[in-house]
T-cell receptor, first 113, second 113 residues
């Protein structure tokens, strides 16, 4: 089944404790992206990648890191999480040529206390 | 920065009626506009997109209209069904050859049986 998977789905952590949210897609897509979704603010793009080893900032990259060492994986790293990073996070992927037809993962709900 | 907005945060319609969801954009450099649907507890799902060199595009039961003169985008859903109940987001790419997307805050569509 073609899909985007994220792990974990739910995470409660404390301020300053480094964490990684994994994202994997099995569709051989070139493009991948991370978003956060907050009430009243909609979806905001954090980082995106147009190919292996090619990443770039979205609208809200502060406090996040990403890497794209393999085509299928695009982990999101929070080196020192803070409470304002409490949010619902989505990973998405798409094909070159139809890059805006994104396939989204199920989401990761992160709470930082 | 420029952002994508929505005229109505909520829309309630009767089953079988047509629905129209509106979106205003302000970045005249955007050349792709996209509509996504998000059901409760799920990630967004691509519906349809339209390039700036078009003013209308039709899909299955959906039509997107683009009016560049007034920077307005709309999604029309024909014969709305209970399964159409969701939050609908418009998004724009801001122009350029990158993968940046800016989403609107969403409109909640409720379909009454």
């Amino acid at each position: 089944e073609a899909q985007v998977t994220q792990n974990p789905r739910y995470l409660i952590t404390v301020t300053g404790k480094k964490l990684t949210v994994t994202c994997s897609q099995n569709m051989n897509h070139e493009y991948m992206s991370w978003y956060r979704q907050d009430p009243g603010l909609g979806l905001r793009q954090i980082y995106y990648s147009m190919n292996v080893e090619v990443t770039d900032k979205g609208d809200v990259p502060e406090g996040y890191k990403v890497s794209r060492k393999e085509k299928r994986n695009f982990p999101l790293i929070l080196e020192s999480p803070s409470p304002n990073q409490t949010s619902l996070y989505f990973c998405a992927s798409s094909n070159r040529g139809t890059q805006y037809e994104q396939y989204f993962g199920p989401g990761t709900r992160l709470t930082v206390t | 920065g420029e952002s994508v907005g929505l005229h109505l945060p909520t829309l309630s319609v009767q089953e079988g009626d047509n629905s129209i969801i509106n979106c205003a954009y302000s970045n005249s450099a955007s050349d792709y506009f996209i509509w996504y649907k998000q059901e409760s507890g799920k990630g967004p799902q691509f519906i349809i997109d339209i390039r700036s060199n078009m003013d209308k595009r039709q899909g299955q039961r959906v039509t997107v209209l683009l009016n560049k003169t007034v920077k307005h985008l709309s999604l029309q859903i024909a014969a709305t069904q209970p399964g159409d109940s969701a939050v609908y987001f418009c998004a724009e790419n801001g122009g350029g050859s990158n993968y940046k997307l800016t989403f609107g805050k969403g409109t909640l569509l409720t379909v009454n049986p």
